[in-house]
């Protein structure tokens, strides 16, 4: 950030009066910008036994598959959310059966929230940021080509309560940055997959 949204004045980082943390200052007309973490809503829309997956049309991760999600938009709940980015990516009408997963994200700034949901009619399209939707059965799931790690983490989760038959209770975690991957036959990825 380097000007002030309120009266256009650069700012500074510093920590406020009363605060503990720095935080984008404006100088001029004393505006503090804070900078808190987005919330992204999404969707294990179900259908007959097999998810909904999107692939994505849109960077990152383009051509990777996930689940229907994004950020959330003012003046909606998290529920509304997961519903429009379901109908948005994959053209589906989804009923919410409940929350399942509460996954943060720190080092991105943020935190998943993941509803259950069935397809209303069992109708799906790809939308605008998907190049395809496909139902999927847990052998079928694209586990290599899975666009973002919170989704292999639900998806694990969640296949594995419904082994349980048990219920699906809240699933909650951090999902933790790991070290760039290096690209399969260079030196540094043959010798970790020598350890592994």
Same mark, same amino acid.
């Given at each position: 950030?380097?000007?002030?949204?309120?009266?256009?004045?650069?700012?500074?980082?510093?920590?406020?009066?009363?605060?503990?943390?720095?935080?984008?200052?404006?100088?001029?007309?004393?505006?503090?910008?804070?900078?808190?973490?987005?919330?992204?809503?999404?969707?294990?829309?179900?259908?007959?036994?097999?998810?909904?997956?999107?692939?994505?049309?849109?960077?990152?991760?383009?051509?990777?598959?996930?689940?229907?999600?994004? =950020?959330? @938009?003012?003046?909606?709940?998290? &529920? /509304?959310? *997961?519903?429009?980015?379901?109908? $948005?990516?994959?053209?589906?009408?989804?009923?919410?059966?409940?929350?399942?997963?509460?996954?943060?994200?720190?080092?991105?700034?943020?935190?998943?929230?993941?509803?259950?949901?069935?397809?209303?009619?069992?109708?799906?399209?790809?939308?605008?940021?998907?190049?395809?939707?496909?139902? =999927?059965? @847990?052998?079928?799931?694209?586990? &290599? /080509?899975? *666009?973002?790690?919170?989704?292999? $983490?639900?998806?694990?989760?969640?296949?594995?309560?419904?082994?349980?038959?048990?219920?699906?209770?809240?699933?909650?975690?951090?999902?933790?940055?790991?070290?760039?991957?290096?690209?399969?036959?260079?030196?540094?990825?043959?010798?970790?997959?020598?350890?592994?």
């Amino acid at each position: 950030m380097n000007y002030c949204s309120n009266c256009g004045a650069s700012v500074v980082l510093r920590i406020p009066d009363g605060d503990n943390r720095e935080r984008y200052v404006c100088e001029h007309c004393d505006t503090i910008h804070y900078q808190n973490p987005k919330i992204v809503a999404g969707c294990i829309p179900e259908w007959e036994g097999r998810i909904l997956l999107c692939k994505r049309a849109i960077e990152p991760r383009y051509g990777l598959w996930t689940l229907p999600a994004g =950020f959330m @938009e003012n003046g909606e709940t998290t &529920e /509304q959310a *997961a519903m429009r980015e379901t109908e $948005e990516e994959a053209g589906a009408r989804v009923e919410i059966t409940g929350l399942y997963g509460l996954f943060s994200i720190p080092h991105i700034s943020q935190v998943y929230m993941l509803y259950r949901g069935t397809l209303v009619d069992g109708a799906f399209e790809a939308g605008v940021e998907s190049l395809e939707c496909r139902l =999927f059965d @847990e052998g079928d799931i694209p586990w &290599e /080509q899975l *666009a973002f790690p919170v989704v292999k $983490e639900t998806l694990k989760r969640y296949f594995s309560d419904r082994r349980r038959g048990k219920g699906f209770p809240l699933q909650r975690g951090e999902i933790v940055k790991h070290p760039r991957r290096e690209p399969a036959g260079s030196p540094q990825a043959t010798a970790s997959e020598d350890r592994g």
